[in-house]
Nanobody
Framework: QVQLVESGGGLVQAGGSLRLSCAAS????????MGWFRQAPGKERAFVAV????????YYADSVKGRFTISRGTAESTVYLQMNSLKPEDTAVYYC?????????????????WGQGTQVTVSS
């Protein structure tokens, strides 16, 4: 049984920062790409960022480039998302994901496992 648990969400004013954490259990994810997705109110879940198993490669959605940083912790099944210069449009439920991969046919990122999500609210 795989579990992904997010933490670190909350309420922050525009321009502020938050750091999200995700811890996986039930299996090892050291060779899995891990990442973050988000779902804003009334919108579909969208890709945010992904980091490869060795931490050597990262990809970001255009909307967060230069502001968000994804990283893997010493525990290889742990992943973080440092969010700086937050904007109201960043308000969403943020989901940790494991087994993230890009689907050329769908032109989107997909994942095998998902956390329950953590709410991030950015006020103006």
């Amino acid at each position: 049984q795989v579990q992904l648990v997010e933490s670190g969400g909350g309420l922050v004013q525009a321009g502020g920062s938050l750091r999200l954490s995700c811890a996986a259990s039930g299996r090892t994810f050291n060779r899995d790409s891990m990442g973050w997705f988000r779902q804003a109110p009334g919108k579909e879940r969208a890709f945010v960022a992904v980091v490869t198993w060795n931490g050597g490669t990262t990809y970001y959605a255009d909307s967060v480039k230069g502001r968000f940083t994804i990283s893997r912790g010493t525990a290889e099944s742990t992943v973080y998302l440092q969010m700086n210069s937050l904007k109201p449009e960043d308000t969403a439920v943020y989901y940790c994901a494991a087994g993230v991969k890009y689907s050329p046919g769908r032109r989107s990122y997909e994942a095998d496992y998902w956390g329950q999500g953590t709410q991030v609210t950015v006020s103006s």
